[in-house]
Nanobody, 120 residues
């Protein structure tokens, strides 16, 4: 079983920075998707940034040039550095990890979510 533990959310003024982290625990054979999504009330959960099996990360257009995703494969941890934050970045941010267990079973797990609030 894979568990995801997120940290790093909070309240920041516009123009500020936050760094989110998400650690995946458990025995993982391979990872296909590792990234961050966000959701505001009444809106679907959307991609912010993610690594896929293709290698290079994908970013939402709205965060390009401001957010940077990185990962530490030795720790199965993914980070999201968020700079130049805007009030419209306010949302609950969710970590997502999809991959395979040693027995070949596919898993697709989400973190508990961390609130990011950007004040104007």
């Amino acid at each position: 079983q894979v568990q995801l533990v997120e940290s790093g959310g909070g309240l920041v003024q516009a123009g500020g920075s936050l760094r989110l982290s998400c650690a995946a625990s458990g025995t993982i054979s391979s990872i296909n998707i590792m990234g961050w999504y966000r959701q505001t009330p009444g809106i679907q959960r959307d991609l912010v940034a993610a690594f896929t099996s293709g290698g290079s990360p994908n970013y939402a257009d709205s965060v390009k040039g401001r957010f940077t995703i990185s990962r530490d494969n030795t720790k199965n941890t993914v980070y999201l550095q968020m700079n130049s934050l805007k009030p419209e970045d306010t949302a609950v941010y969710y970590c997502r990890v999809q991959g395979r267990l040693p027995n070949g079973a596919l898993f697709d797990d989400w973190g508990q979510g961390t609130q990011v609030t950007v004040s104007s």
